[in-house]
């Protein structure tokens, strides 16, 4: 089951993924299938609800690069994925700067954070209402390291 809440700060306030309409449908991925095995680890359906519900350990710092693969492993989940929010240009100014023109990937809608979005967090907003909120970890993090952030957070 996927958890479709927002996520509550310690300060009492809610915040979540912009209120717009979602897309009914979208186009298909250009890759329906991952071309690399994307690293993430999700909360098994079964876990009580969390503000987190899993993590992503990225191959390169070149995350639009790889995001095909993540949001084909995701529809498994999620369902057709209509948007995706992110810093996108706090982590990729050292390929290219996205701008307005750039954010849109295979129908899939690339948007800024949400207002209060934690950084290093991603939210994978599904075409039925559905969400994700993935914890981005670093490519430069040793993979040993990495899986044991991934584990604590898939068992958190």
Not at 88 to 115: C, H, T, V, Y
Request: negative net charge.
């Amino acid at each position: 089951m996927t958890h479709n809440h927002a996520i509550t700060h310690s300060n009492g306030n809610r915040s979540g993924p912009p209120e717009r309409p979602v897309p009914s449908r979208r186009p298909p991925a250009r890759f329906p299938t991952p071309t690399q095995t994307p690293r993430f680890l999700l909360r098994p359906n079964s876990a009580p609800p969390s503000p987190i519900d899993g993590s992503w350990f990225p191959w390169t710092a070149n995350l639009t690069d790889e995001l095909d693969d993540l949001i084909s492993a995701l529809t498994l989940r999620l369902g057709p994925v209509a948007r995706v929010c992110f810093d996108w240009n706090a982590l990729q100014i050292s390929r290219k700067r996205i701008d307005e023109f750039d954010l849109d990937s295979g129908g899939i809608a690339l948007r800024e954070p949400a207002p209060g979005q934690p950084p290093h967090t991603m939210y994978f907003l599904g075409c039925n209402g559905t969400q994700l909120v993935l914890v981005l970890l670093s490519p430069d993090t040793e993979p040993d390291h990495a899986y044991g952030i991934m584990r604590t957070l898939a068992d958190s």
